[in-house]
């Protein structure tokens, strides 16, 4: 029978090189009071004997776990996983979250909770007791939860609210959802688009009230009234179908609608298709998120694309830079959103329909 190899230990390290734990830890951890020569050594060594740094390791230059907790909300997560509709929030998520965390030599956990639960704390308590993060990054609507950000504050540890512009505890990281929607209303009024609908999202996360403020601003400021315009939906499909339905049928309709996520945007042109509309023919649409659904729909749809991957990549450097002892940012940190012009969207004297 063969022998299994024996794992290579950061104790092999320091025996090949000459060297003390720490020493080893410090260059693992890219540490600042590092000799040159001395991280050369080291890492001679490392690269020999094919070492590969563990937690346990890396935990022995100080306190830090080097882990990130990413959370997300449990049962929109879930849903959108057992629907298989193309959501790529996690995605995403991971995407920037563990890319960021690699260079750092950083790990991300990735952990769900339910908002609406009365244990909510005792979940969180839970999972910082077992993984003991370095930071935790909170995603909307938890990033807006009191008792989140209440509990989190408590425990001492740094965490970004992904989604907040709320002042507070935490770091708040922006999207700049309110621009978004504002860019998004201004692409369809360049283009000759004045009645122009807006379909919101739940009003359990503030970004959509700041999506719908948005639109209202760029309306406002073009001189355009917003009433009837406007439609509540709640991220799902359904909601979209019977928000675009309600814009739609009126006695004057929208020449082009602007929905708040893809799944109502897919909704609208459902509901547009089974109306006899053609878009953008008859009816111009913009979506949120810019997930792969939307480039395979007919016609493919333009949408805001959310910088989902940069953001979360983003709050991964402010938390381990909080790690270190570095301030907060003073002012609010924002990832600026971007449109992908794709064909769903005409110009209002090519859609004599509307």
């Given at each position: 029978?063969?022998?299994?190899?024996?794992?290579?230990?950061?104790?092999?390290?320091?025996?090949d090189a000459g060297?003390?734990?720490?020493?080893?830890?410090?260059?693992?951890?890219?540490?600042?009071?590092?000799r040159p020569e001395m991280k050369e050594r080291v890492q001679a060594s490392i690269d020999k004997l094919g070492y590969v740094?563990?937690?346990?390791?890396?935990?022995?230059?100080?306190?830090?776990?080097?882990?990130?907790?990413?959370?997300?909300?449990?049962?929109?997560?879930?849903?959108?996983?057992?629907?298989?509709?193309?959501?790529?929030?996690?995605?995403?998520?991971?995407?920037?979250?563990?890319?960021?965390?690699?260079?750092?030599?950083?790990?991300m956990i990735f952990e769900l909770v339910d908002t609406h639960s009365d244990h909510v704390e005792r979940e969180l308590l839970g999972a910082i007791a077992a993984l003991q993060p370095d930071g935790i990054i909170l995603t909307p609507?938890?990033?807006d939860n009191p008792q989140i950000v209440s509990f989190l504050a408590e425990q001492k540890i740094p965490f970004v609210r992904i989604g907040s512009i709320q002042n507070g505890a935490g770091i708040?990281?922006?999207?700049?959802?309110?621009?978004?929607?504002?860019?998004?209303?201004?692409?369809?009024?360049?283009?000759?688009?004045?009645?122009?609908?807006?379909?919101?999202?739940?009003?359990?996360?503030?970004?959509s009230g700041w999506r719908v403020d948005g639109w209202r601003r760029?309306?406002?400021?073009?001189?355009?009234?917003?009433?009837?315009?406007?439609?509540?939906?709640?991220?799902?499909?359904?909601?979209?179908?019977?928000?675009?339905?309600?814009?739609?049928?009126?006695?004057?309709?929208?020449?082009?609608?602007?929905?708040?996520?893809?799944?109502?945007?897919?909704?609208?042109?459902?509901?547009?298709?089974?109306?006899?509309?053609?878009v953008p023919r008859d009816l111009s649409l913009i979506s949120f998120d810019n997930t792969p659904l939307v480039h395979f729909t007919q016609p493919p749809l333009t949408a805001v694309d959310q910088p989902i991957a940069a953001t979360t990549s983003r709050a991964v450097e402010l938390l381990i830079a909080a790690q270190k002892g570095q301030p907060a940012p003073k002012e609010l940190t924002v990832e600026r959103a971007s449109i992908f012009v794709r064909e769903s969207v005409a110009p209002l004297a090519d859609a004599p329909g509307a």
């Open positions: 029978m063969a022998r299994r190899r024996q794992a290579v230990t950061i104790k092999h390290v320091a025996a060297v003390s734990l720490q020493t080893v830890s410090r260059v693992i951890n890219n540490e600042p009071n590092v740094p563990s937690i346990a390791a890396q935990r022995l230059s100080g306190s830090r776990s080097y882990l990130i907790l990413a959370i997300n909300d449990r049962d929109r997560t879930i849903a959108d996983w057992q629907a298989r509709q193309g959501t790529d929030w996690v995605d995403q998520m991971l995407l920037g979250g563990m890319l960021k965390c690699a260079e750092h030599g950083y790990r609507p938890h990033s708040p990281v922006s999207m700049d959802d309110e621009g978004s929607a504002y860019q998004a209303t201004e692409h369809l009024l360049e283009r000759g688009h004045r009645r122009i609908g807006f379909i919101s999202g739940s009003s359990e996360y503030a970004l760029a309306m406002t400021e073009a001189g355009l009234p917003c009433d009837g315009l406007l439609a509540e939906g709640d991220f799902s499909f359904a909601s979209g179908v019977e928000a675009a339905g309600k814009l739609l049928s009126g006695p004057q309709r929208p020449s082009a609608i602007i929905a708040s996520n893809d799944q109502m945007a897919l909704a609208t042109l459902e509901v547009a298709r089974l109306m006899g509309l053609t």
